[in-house]
């Protein structure tokens, strides 16, 4: 499979994890970080546009293409895309920024609502997990040359 089929498959799977794990959670919660991470709100001009919840997941899991794509060049120049703690620490970071656009909108967290903080900041570590377990066996084939040799 090409790099980029590979990239975007990481983006697509990892971006329905989360958006699962976070709609799982409102479900049973309450707690609305389902829809912090679909809300566009904040943005001019299309933050009024009625869209379906099915366009804005697809949104989504576009920016998670998105993302999964930009940090694995960048950690490729690095030589680090094998390491589990960039993915953990861009994840956080990302998300812990994210958070705060819920001060833009009456429809998400309150931004001192401390339990919806800690599900949306673990969704994101897990997000971040997720990706750098999806590049390891989608991606990186040190292993698959290291069994090679061993076999020659």
Do not use: C
């Amino acid at each position: 499979m090409k790099l980029v089929i590979k990239l975007i498959s990481i983006g697509v799977i990892s971006g329905f994890i989360l958006g699962g794990l976070f709609k799982f959670i409102e479900q049973f919660t309450g707690k609305t970080v389902y829809v912090l991470l679909m809300n566009i709100d904040y943005f001019p001009i299309i933050g009024k546009w009625k869209i379906s919840e099915t366009v804005e997941f697809g949104l989504h899991v576009i920016i998670s293409i998105l993302l999964v794509y930009a940090i694995y060049f960048l950690f490729r120049r690095w030589n680090i895309t094998t390491r589990l703690t960039p993915y953990i620490l861009v994840s956080g970071v990302v998300g812990g920024m994210l958070y705060m656009t819920t001060v833009l909108s009456e429809r998400t967290p309150d931004i001192d609502d401390f339990t919806a903080f800690i599900y949306w900041f673990g969704g994101h570590i897990l997000y971040g997990m997720v990706v750098w377990f999806l590049v390891i066996i989608l991606i990186d084939k040190r292993k698959d040359r290291n069994d090679n040799q061993e076999k020659s």
